[in-house]
């Protein structure tokens, strides 16, 4: 009898493949490196929620709420544009690129995105922001695809 696709089990893509997970391991702690920890939270949690990535969301959220995290500010990521200040700008900067990044098969990153952020990062600080983002872009791709499975609380 033939699987459905929703049934079908999934390859554990980190186990059959670990190189991968060694390779995303040291491209997400490069990124990470010395840059603010709760606006890396926040940029983890909005790509995920727009990439629909439920092992991430689960991660990153808990991860949030142990380094202090508000349930108020988990709560309005999805919405920060309408969260006035309870935002800084360059937590608004950061999840406005990361919106733009992630979803750049709509539309490219827009000059007033981009500035935005440049006026907030240094140089460095932008790097290490688009690498995040990206990693973390390629993080949700691959556990969407495998459908990476979370922990039951």
């Known amino acids: 009898m033939t699987q459905t696709l929703e049934s079908a089990e999934r390859i554990n893509v980190y186990k059959a493949f670990p190189e991968l997970y060694d390779a995303m391991m040291t491209l997400s702690s490069t990124s990470a490196k010395d840059f603010d920890h709760t606006i890396g939270e926040l940029v983890k949690i909005r790509a995920s929620q727009i ?17 202090g995290e508000t349930e108020q500010r988990l709560a309005l990521i999805a919405a920060w544009e309408e969260a006035g200040d309870l ?20 539309a490219p990153v827009s000059d007033a995105v981009y500035q935005r952020a440049a006026a907030v990062f240094d140089d460095r600080e932008l790097s290490q922001l688009i690498a995040m983002i990206v990693t973390i872009n390629a993080w949700n791709r691959i556990n969407v695809s495998v459908k990476m499975s979370f922990p039951r609380r």
């Not at 935002?87 to 709509?106: G, P």
Request: hydrophobic share 35%.
């Open 51 to 67: 990439n629909r990535c439920g092992f991430c969301l689960d991660m990153h959220t808990r991860d949030a709420r142990k380094q």
């Open 87 to 106: 935002f800084t700008e360059r937590e608004q900067a950061a999840l406005a690129l990361t919106e733009a990044v992630t979803n750049i098969n709509q």
